[in-house]
Every structure is written in structure tokens, then in C-alpha cells.
């Protein structure tokens, strides 16, 4: 979408009415194009390739679903930017939308305010994507999820670096998808997993083609963004759940059936630790590490004290150890 | 996890015939600035650590302190009669209390060495556990 063109949006939709006030809130600014089921969408979406699609779930013919999938399967349309609009408010049917890869989900009554909101930020990001010769920019003022999400609809090649207090990582992307990433700690799968929840530092895109044996496999992208979203949101929710940062940990008495990583997260907190540091010698990535730490307290496999109550705790032998001196 | 105190004194004979009264044993510092006996208990440690420099006894404890050592308590030894000691043992007290930091100090003027025997020099350091022990209950 070079400057002077408009943005051209397609919006699908069954109801009559629903396709006239999307149009009339999006035709100031925007090219509107209104197809009446997925069939028609999906035949005048490969005739006007639009810049963006708002489709409803359920139509006749062809549902939304059917008509992501189909845009999706051809090239030329592919990198096309999808938000479902639907009156189901159903969670599971929001996580289908989302985890097919759709860039949103909006569910009716919307506020127009909300969608053209979502819409101008899509647009937003693609502008940019096609302005930017290179993207590289804060990690607190840009998500590293939304970098990438940008990446993979510009279909670029190249290596994505991060500079970060703690270290530095790299993702490579071959046509929008990562398929190698490596920190200082670890590679593949974990590593681009473990920099989803880094959120501060810097990076960059340098758009180079780089050989590289891959060490990412994957179906999609977008699984394995979604996957990657996943797994830093459970980490941010064990975070939040665990007991204030100066408390210290240490295994309970009756280790239980701990097994696997959860018995090597139990084992770092060996002799008193807090959070912190058992993360460094367990050795396991952020985002496995604090959910099993949330899961061994869960199971009692833990037990924390505050700083000050281990050390009143340590203060008791010891003073039993001086009065046997 | 490890308690760390430190017996602070301008006399490195008291401070070792404090810790050699109590511990039988010490350990020096490799570069002759100090003492260190460590004590193994169920759970962590419990280390004390004897030092200090005639009039220099504050600028130690502000080292210490700003150095972010992990200091949990103080007992502050002096010769009975060195006012300037006893001086800064006031200041490193009021020092210590405004750093908003739960470390207890005691102070403890001995008339000679001989006064440091093994029951007085455990029941000090009792106090200071107790003293130590309000500040974490508080």
C-alpha cells in the first residue's frame, strides 16, 4: 500500500445490515468491497487482493473458517490480514479463530470505535512492514510477538537479532518463518520460546539471506506464535501468583512423586533459595521454570518462607548450636 | 542461607580471643585484615566475622554496608577507656539504624582480655541473636 493508495478492506458478511454499517464507518478512509458469503469473498478477494479481511463466522455456503482456510492456501492471498467477526461470544470458538492464525477476533455487538481500532493497527503494521527497508525498534514499546506477526505478513527473509540486558538471541525467517533461533542459553523450539517473554531491550531485522540448518519445526507460524503467546502468558500468571520476590523456597520434607523437570525445579530450591537464583541452577527456560515452580508449591512439594521467616528459622539453630559450644 | 555477623573491634586480640574463646578455632583473612569462623547448621550458616582498625571502625561498617555484604548483625567490641571507639560504636549504631536495614547491633566495653571467656562471649552473642530476632519479628 504505497502513500496515495487507499486501503482496501473486505468485509464478509450475510447480514445485509451488518455489511452496511460496516461500510458506512469504514468508507471514509477505505476502499469498502462487500461479499455476502465466503464463496463470494473468496472470489473477490483473489480478483481485488484487499489489504484486509472482516469476515463472520457463520454464513452459508462457505463459512468464515472455510474462507480463512482457502485465503490462506494460495499465495497470492495468504499474507492477507483476517479478523472474524462473530456474535459467538463462546471462548472456544474465539481460541479456533485465533489459533487458526486470524490476526484478531471480534465479537458482536462491536464497538466501531474497537474495530476501527484493530483495523487501523493492521494496517498500521503493514504500512510499515512495506515503508522499512529494516525493522528494529524497543521491545517495551513494540511486543516481540507483534515484530514478528509483522515478519511473517511481509514474508521477509532474514535474522531477527535481540540485545538484552541479560544476553543477546537471534531468530532467523525464511518467507515470514522462523525456522532457527538461538540465545546464549539455549537453541531451537526453547529459545524462541524463551525470547516471546523478553520485554525489554532492543532489535533489529536485518533482511539477508542466511544459510542456516533449521532447528525450528513446525506446521505454521502462527502455531507456533500462538503456542509461544501460550506459554508466556502461563508464565506471567505463575509469576504473579507466586509469593513476594524476597521469599526463599526449599523442598518439603516429603519430596512426593516428583518426576522429570519438576523434580529438577524441587532440587534447585535444595537448602533454601529464592526465586531468582533457583531459576539459574535449575537451568530450565523461564517459561517451563516458574509454572513448575507454581505446580510444585501447588502439590506441596515446595514450601516458602519469607526472607525474615528463614532467617528467624536459621536464628533458632543457631542459637541451639551456640548454647551446645 | 547464611547469618553473618561481624565483631567489630579495634583489638585483633580481643576479637581472637573472642572467637578462639568460643569457637575454639578461627580462620585469619588471607590478606590479615580480619577473622572468620563459620558455624554449620541444619539449613544454612552461621558466620562471624571479626574486624576493624583502630578509628576507622565506621568507615568499615559503611564499607560493609554500601558494599551490599550481607551484614545481620554487629557486636561492637571496645577496650575500656578508647573514647574515640566508643564514639564511633554510637554513630555506627544510629548509622546502622537509619539504613532502615534489620541488622542489631550491640555494643560491649571489656575492661581486659580475660573478661572475654567462653560463657560471657556466648551469652553476647545470644543477645545480639535476640536483638536480631526482634528486628525480623518487627
Redesign the interface.
Known sequence: MSEGTRTKILIVDDEENIRHLLRLAFEEGFDVVEAVDGMDAFEKALEIKPHIILSDIMMPRLDGYGLYRKIKSRPETASIPFVFLSAKKDVDERVVGLEMGADDYITKPFSIKELKAKVRSITKKINDMKELGSLEGLLKEVDLVDVIQLIEMGRKTGMLLLETSWGSGRVYFEQGDPVYAMTESCKGIEAFYSMLSWKEGRFKLGQKAVSIEPNIKHSGGQELLMEGVRLADEMEESIRSLPPGDTVFQPADDPGDAEGELREVVKAYSGGVALRSALALSGLPAYRFYPLTREALSKGLLVGQTDAAMKADLLRKIRTALEKL | ?I?RYVILSPSEEARQAFLGG???TFELSPRGHGEKVT?K????D?EVVGTGVAGKLQDVTLRLLEGGVQV?GILILIPSGDDASWAEAKSIARLTHSSGR?IAVKTWVFNSLGDLD?ETT?KS??TL?SE??EH??S
Open positions: 542461607m547469618i568460643l569457637f575454639g558455624l547448621v541444619e539449613g544454612g552461621f545481620d534489620p567462653k556466648r552473642l545470644l541473636i536480631h530476632e525480623l519479628a
